[in-house]
Nanobody, 119 residues
Framework: HVQLVESGGGVVQAVGSLRLSCASS????????LGWFRQAPGKQRELVAS???????TYADSVKGRFTISRDNTKNTVYLQMNSLKPEDTAVYYC?????????????WGQGIQVTVSS
């Protein structure tokens, strides 16, 4: 069983920065694809960024150039560096891990962490 715990959220002013971390208890962390999702009130959950076990990265168009996803397999941790934050980035952010061949929906999820960007 894999547990994911997010940290680093909070309240920040627009154009500020935050770094989210997600630590895993699982020993197969290095074999899994990892992602950061977010859900704002009244909106559907969306994929913000993902990184495969081979290091291939994708970003949502809305965060390209501002957010950076990275992983440290020695620490079983995935990060999301968020720069130039905007009020529309306000949401609950979730990290997720998917074993090889599975989707994120079928994988493991953190409990979520609030990010609030004030204007």
């Amino acid at each position: 069983h894999v547990q994911l715990v997010e940290s680093g959220g909070g309240v920040v002013q627009a154009v500020g920065s935050l770094r989210l971390s997600c630590a895993s208890s699982g020993s197969i962390f290095g074999l899994m694809g990892l992602g950061w999702f977010r859900q704002a009130p009244g909106k559907q959950r969306e994929l913000v960024a993902s990184i495969t076990n081979g290091g291939e990265i994708t970003y949502a168009d809305s965060v390209k150039g501002r957010f950076t996803i990275s992983r440290d397999n020695t620490k079983n941790t995935v990060y999301l560096q968020m720069n130039s934050l905007k009020p529309e980035d306000t949401a609950v952010y979730y990290c997720a891990a998917r074993p090889f061949g599975d989707t994120f929906e079928a994988g493991y999820w953190g409990q979520g962490i609030q990010v609030t960007v004030s204007s």
